[in-house]
């Protein structure tokens, strides 16, 4: 059993703004594909642009929020399981990395 302890700010915020993005862009080709839609480029990018600068925010205010709470109760436990051998990366595994994590 593994726990996240600590989240980095920075790279929770990056990835949920890049979800939020797709989410706006989705959401606008939506609206332009359905009944009475007009393309406007403008919408087409600043609503995507939008989504993500919200997504950024939001994804730093929740791993600030989860990293003092993690603090007071724990943090989320994960059970791991190795992968199936047939869908290896080309990425080697050190062991030594893997213990680094282990005794943080």
Do not use: C, H, Q, W
Not at 81 to 91: H, I, L, N
Request: proline residues 1%; aromatic residues 12%.
């Amino acid at each position: 059993m593994f726990e996240i302890k600590k989240l980095s700010l920075l790279s929770v915020a990056k990835v949920v703004a890049v979800f939020m993005a797709i989410i706006g862009l989705i959401s606008i080709i939506g609206l332009i594909t359905s009944k009475g839609g007009s393309f406007n480029f403008v919408v087409l990018v600043l609503v995507p642009l939008t989504y993500a600068v919200l997504g950024f925010i939001l994804g730093a205010v929740i791993s600030f929020l989860y990293n003092i709470i993690a603090r007071f109760i724990g943090g989320i436990k994960i059970e791991l399981e190795k992968a199936d051998e047939s869908f290896e990366s080309d990425e080697t595994f050190d062991s030594e990395e893997a213990n680094f994590y282990e005794e943080e």
